[in-house]
């Protein structure tokens, strides 16, 4: 089957484990080799074999995880970078210039939100944050000529809000800007921003994508050719782009997502229905809950409701720290979406750039990564950490 016949006719599993790669012409190599060169021999000057001149512009394992990624989220390019972030400020300078102003989700991710702070503020750019899952807020937020891009994330991180990309997506167009979906915390198998009206979907692929712990990377997968081409420019002139090693761990990861995201959603079911029980937990946040304020929005755009869990406790601060302490199968540690449970403090770690601003994240918060093991070993480390 053709690469276009993989991308137009496959479902999903079938696009994870073929698209963007035809077995090797010359060896029959099944997986795409890391190729580990900078450069490439020309034949008479200019004479480019399959367009490959320099790494830093194309290289060929980076081509196939593009072009996996790309089929994978139904858009018509995709950009691998050497991180979530490297992707994420590759495209706000790409498409923004000083003057401009962006509506940023309130309850972002930490970095996100350090990038637009403290790096894309100081060259001009403005932004405003909204909660994406209230429509009047974010449309109260757009400046129209003056906004460039909404960008959201739904599933938000950590709180797990919500937000209508249909929507959000007819807010932002009807200002003349573009809608950019952090679609991290769903994965491109959980939901497909792009058929949705979205234009640009990011990813950190250092989670779900990856699914292993094992490598930091980034993509940006967009569905029009212009913007594809300005994309492609500042892939290249900013130059932060995903090694060929990186590339061949995180194409390995996608060909697994499906059976993996399934497992992470079953197992996240479980901890919910025990955590929603427990005396010590306060309010449990899972878009799969019916109590959760987005769960009609999560059931219409997305598959299942993800592998994140966040959790309060009612002891305050020092009890969600030593629930964090105490779990021995869940480990403490930042980052998520990887085949092992991850426990970790929002308020402590991934989001302490935000404390003392308007995004700070109470300090009550636990959340989890809920990996592939067993459930009922999951559940019974929950337990005993919350005594
Ligand atoms: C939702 C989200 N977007 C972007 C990023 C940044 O990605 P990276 O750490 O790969 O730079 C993260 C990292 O945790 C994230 O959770």
Redesign the pocket.
């Given at each position: 089957m053709s690469e276009q016949q993989h991308r137009n006719k496959s479902g999903f599993e079938t696009r994870a484990i073929h698209a963007g790669y035809e077995p090797d012409a010359a060896t029959g190599a099944v997986i795409p080799p890391i190729y580990a060169t900078s450069t490439y021999k020309q034949d008479g000057v200019g004479g480019l074999r399959g367009g490959y001149e320099y790494s830093r512009s194309a290289n060929p394992t980076r081509t196939a995880l593009e072009g996996n990624i790309a089929a994978l989220e139904e858009g018509e390019r995709g950009f691998a970078f050497a991180?979530?972030?490297?992707a994420?400020d590759t495209l706000v300078r790409g498409l923004c210039r000083p003057g401009d102003h962006v509506v940023i989700p309130d309850d972002a991710?930490g970095?996100?939100f350090r990038l637009f702070d403290k790096v894309e503020k100081v060259w001009g750019l403005e932004y405003s944050p909204a909660p994406v899952s209230d429509l009047e807020k974010v449309a109260a937020a757009v400046r129209p000529g003056e906004t460039k891009l909404v960008w959201v994330?739904t599933p938000t991180?950590p709180l797990l809000n919500i937000g209508d990309i249909e929507a959000l997506a007819a807010i932002a167009h009807d200002v003349g800007a573009l809608l950019v979906v952090?679609n991290?915390?769903a994965s491109p198998y959980l939901q497909q921003p792009l058929t949705l009206g979205a234009d640009v979907v990011v990813h950190?692929t250092?989670?779900y994508c990856g699914g292993h712990s094992d490598v930091?990377?980034?993509a940006i997968v967009v569905k029009d050719l212009d913007l594809a081409e300005k994309v492609t420019f500042h892939q290249n002139a900013m130059g932060a782009v995903a090694g060929p090693f990186d590339a061949w761990l995180t194409l390995r990861g996608l060909k697994t997502l499906a059976l993996r995201m399934e497992r992470h959603c079953d197992n996240a079911e479980r901890v919910v229905d025990f955590l929603t029980s427990h005396p010590a937990v306060g309010d449990v946040i899972y878009p799969g809950l019916e109590t959760h304020p987005g769960h009609e929005v999560a059931q219409r755009q997305m598959k299942r409701y993800g592998g994140m869990v966040s959790f309060r406790v009612n002891g305050g601060e020092a009890q969600a720290l030593s629930v964090c302490e105490r779990t021995e199968v869940f480990t403490l540690g930042e980052?998520?979406g990887g085949v092992e449970s991850l426990i970790e403090h929002p308020g402590r770690m991934?989001h302490a750039s935000v404390a003392g601003t308007d995004l700070e994240v109470p300090a009550d918060l636990v959340r989890l990564s809920v990996g592939i093991e067993t459930a009922d070993d999951l559940v019974a480390d929950l337990e005993r950490a919350l005594g």
């Amino acid at each position: 089957m053709s690469e276009q016949q993989h991308r137009n006719k496959s479902g999903f599993e079938t696009r994870a484990i073929h698209a963007g790669y035809e077995p090797d012409a010359a060896t029959g190599a099944v997986i795409p080799p890391i190729y580990a060169t900078s450069t490439y021999k020309q034949d008479g000057v200019g004479g480019l074999r399959g367009g490959y001149e320099y790494s830093r512009s194309a290289n060929p394992t980076r081509t196939a995880l593009e072009g996996n990624i790309a089929a994978l989220e139904e858009g018509e390019r995709g950009f691998a970078f050497a991180s979530g972030l490297a992707a994420e400020d590759t495209l706000v300078r790409g498409l923004c210039r000083p003057g401009d102003h962006v509506v940023i989700p309130d309850d972002a991710y930490g970095g996100t939100f350090r990038l637009f702070d403290k790096v894309e503020k100081v060259w001009g750019l403005e932004y405003s944050p909204a909660p994406v899952s209230d429509l009047e807020k974010v449309a109260a937020a757009v400046r129209p000529g003056e906004t460039k891009l909404v960008w959201v994330e739904t599933p938000t991180n950590p709180l797990l809000n919500i937000g209508d990309i249909e929507a959000l997506a007819a807010i932002a167009h009807d200002v003349g800007a573009l809608l950019v979906v952090d679609n991290t915390f769903a994965s491109p198998y959980l939901q497909q921003p792009l058929t949705l009206g979205a234009d640009v979907v990011v990813h950190s692929t250092t989670k779900y994508c990856g699914g292993h712990s094992d490598v930091v990377g980034g993509a940006i997968v967009v569905k029009d050719l212009d913007l594809a081409e300005k994309v492609t420019f500042h892939q290249n002139a900013m130059g932060a782009v995903a090694g060929p090693f990186d590339a061949w761990l995180t194409l390995r990861g996608l060909k697994t997502l499906a059976l993996r995201m399934e497992r992470h959603c079953d197992n996240a079911e479980r901890v919910v229905d025990f955590l929603t029980s427990h005396p010590a937990v306060g309010d449990v946040i899972y878009p799969g809950l019916e109590t959760h304020p987005g769960h009609e929005v999560a059931q219409r755009q997305m598959k299942r409701y993800g592998g994140m869990v966040s959790f309060r406790v009612n002891g305050g601060e020092a009890q969600a720290l030593s629930v964090c302490e105490r779990t021995e199968v869940f480990t403490l540690g930042e980052s998520l979406g990887g085949v092992e449970s991850l426990i970790e403090h929002p308020g402590r770690m991934t989001h302490a750039s935000v404390a003392g601003t308007d995004l700070e994240v109470p300090a009550d918060l636990v959340r989890l990564s809920v990996g592939i093991e067993t459930a009922d070993d999951l559940v019974a480390d929950l337990e005993r950490a919350l005594g």
